[in-house]
């Protein structure tokens, strides 16, 4: 059998098979910042996948950046999120949330009335980010998060995952890669504080190990999962030794017997960061970033990975794992409906065998 095909445990997490639905913004979220009718529709077509990832979801209102992306802070989100954990266990899988909060990444102009942007150091990202209202603006200028502030934050998570819990999630995943939150306070060009959670590479590491135990506060830690990518500049990032701040991040975490590490391959061609993650954590890796079947599949044999995640394939095609069983083609995804409202490019997108019939 197909490595990818074999089942799997990540910590506390069972798998069926080593094909992930890795996490996807897709900007579908109605009024509230609620996942749509059609979030059901959209996950629960992909139920096959040995686990779902979510879209990056915000842990509070102060943790939106884009426009139409759900949160996990309202009992309403709660209800519209827990049609989603039923279709996908109904269809036999299994599913966590990201949890994600952009930090400095982000405008006004997509929150809601008095919420914040916030980040370890106000220092405002390079770049301009997309509103519904008037286009392409530059990003907001954080304010610094004061200490207790810090702390409500990693206690807005947990609460996060609590609600995450009571809409019947199997775990969490925290989203600490493409320059948002907990990569800004990782990062040596982002965080420039001199208390407890700056003011060296401890220091740097401490806001990410400590949302991490509150999340396995919640969950257990055999249900939460690391995203990372090493060495990243997305999002005007940048770290003077990122070998080094992620080597020590692993080896911190190891205590903490998480379910998995999820590794995107750096665009850097001087990070590994496959190998970084062999060395320096022993857990359970997923990997991530422009794998096929068959390269997928080698991963798994050689040793380093348990399972790999597919992003952009399962958009079109939401029946991916049985293509790769049956060789079937893949589909190609319509870039101008990524991150468009509605039906469109999201659950409009035929099965291999809805489409041959
Ligand atoms: C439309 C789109 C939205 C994405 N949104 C997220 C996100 O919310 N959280 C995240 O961690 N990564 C996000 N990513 C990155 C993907 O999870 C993945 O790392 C990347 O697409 C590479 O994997 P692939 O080659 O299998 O597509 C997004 C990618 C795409 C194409």
Same mark, same amino acid.
């Given at each position: ?20 639905? *890795? ?30 990832? %979510?879209?990056?979801?915000?842990? $509070? ?19 519209? =999120?827990?049609?989603? %954990? ?6 036999? #899988? ?22 914040? +942007?916030?980040?370890? $150091? ?21 304010? @610094? ?16 995952? !609590? ?24 990062? +040596?060009? %982002? ?5 407890? &959670? ?11 190990? @400590? ?5 396995? #506060? ?14 990243? /500049? ?6 003077? !030794?990122?070998? @080094?701040? &992620? ?61 790999? $995640?597919?992003? !952009? ?14 060789? =079937? /083609?893949? *589909? ?26």
């Amino acid at each position: 059998m197909q490595a990818l095909l074999r089942p799997v445990d990540l910590g506390a997490l069972h798998l069926r098979n080593r094909i992930i639905m *890795a996490p996807m913004t897709r900007n579908r979220a109605i009024a509230g910042d609620v996942p749509s009718e059609l979030a059901a529709r959209y996950y629960g077509a992909r139920a096959a996948a040995g686990l779902i990832v %979510t879209e990056g979801t915000q842990p $509070s209102v102060h943790g939106k950046g884009y426009c139409r992306t759900p949160g996990m802070h309202s009992a309403a989100q709660v209800d519209a =999120w827990r049609t989603v %954990t039923e279709a996908v266990h109904r269809g036999g #899988g299994c599913i966590v949330l990201q949890l994600m909060h952009c930090g400095r990444i982000g405008s006004h102009h997509n929150k809601a009335p008095g919420a914040r +942007t916030l980040a370890p $150091s106000a220092l405002r990202a390079a770049g301009k980010i997309f509103t519904d209202d008037v286009g392409l603006v530059e990003f907001d200028t954080p304010e @610094e998060l004061s200490l207790p502030e810090v702390q409500g934050v990693i206690a807005e998570y947990a609460a996060s995952a !609590r609600q995450a819990r009571l809409a019947g999630f199997d775990g969490v995943e925290l989203h600490a890669a493409s320059g948002y939150l907990p990569m800004q306070f990782l990062s +040596t060009g %982002t965080n420039l504080r001199r208390d407890a &959670y700056g003011g060296g590479l401890n220091g740097r590491l401490r806001f990410v190990v @400590e949302c991490l135990e509150a999340l396995a #506060g919640v969950f257990g830690s055999g249900r939460v999962g690391l995203r990372i990518c090493p060495g990243n /500049p997305f999002n005007d990032m940048h770290d003077e !030794r990122p070998l @080094e701040t &992620y080597a020590a991040l692993l080896r911190s975490l190891e205590r903490l017997e998480l379910a998995y590490l999820h590794v995107i391959r750096s665009p850097d061609p001087a990070i590994d960061a496959f190998a970084l993650a062999r060395e320096c954590f022993r857990g359970a890796r997923i990997f991530n970033d422009g794998f096929d079947f068959v390269s997928g599949g080698e991963a798994i044999t050689g040793g380093s990975a348990a399972a790999v $995640s597919y992003a !952009r394939a399962f958009i079109a095609n939401p029946d991916l794992v049985e293509r790769y069983v049956n060789g =079937w /083609p893949l *589909a190609a995804f319509d870039r101008k409906t990524l991150y468009t409202a509605g039906a469109e490019g999201y659950t409009s997108y035929p099965t291999h065998t809805a489409a041959a019939g």
